[in-house]
């Protein structure tokens, strides 16, 4: 059982930063390929980043490709999204997830409960 914890949301002008944070429970945290997921209100969840076991590998959606990063501290066991240039289109609740043993996430293993990010214009 993995518990993921997302914290650092908020209210930011648009053109502002943000850097998302989720801690997870557990020892096997490296066994893990982490990925933020995101859904605006009236819309269906969608994909942003994930990364891979060790870091070695991330995947973006094209909407955020130079802008966001994700990275990870596996002895930490965290996660991280730092978002640069935000718009008001990336407003959303942004939820971690975690599939094992995989490059990616796609239906994920396990998800946080999300952190609120709001732009304005």
């Known amino acids: 059982q993995v518990q993921l914890v997302e914290s650092g949301g908020g209210l930011v002008q648009a053109g502002g930063s943000l850097r998302l944070s989720c801690a997870a429970s557990?020892?096997?945290?490296?066994?893990?390929?982490m990925g933020w997921f995101r859904q605006a209100p009236g819309k269906e969840r969608e994909f942003v980043a994930s990364i891979s076991r060790s870091g070695g590998t991330t995947y973006y959606v094209d909407s955020v490709k130079g802008r966001f990063t994700i990275s990870r501290d596996n002895a930490k066991n965290t996660v991280y999204l730092q978002m640069n240039s935000l718009k008001p289109e990336d407003t959303a609740v942004y939820y971690c997830a975690a599939e094992y043993l995989k490059t990616t996430v796609g239906a994920g293993d396990y998800w946080g409960q999300g952190t609120q990010v709001t732009v304005s214009s």
């Open positions: 557990g020892r096997t945290f490296s066994s893990y390929a």
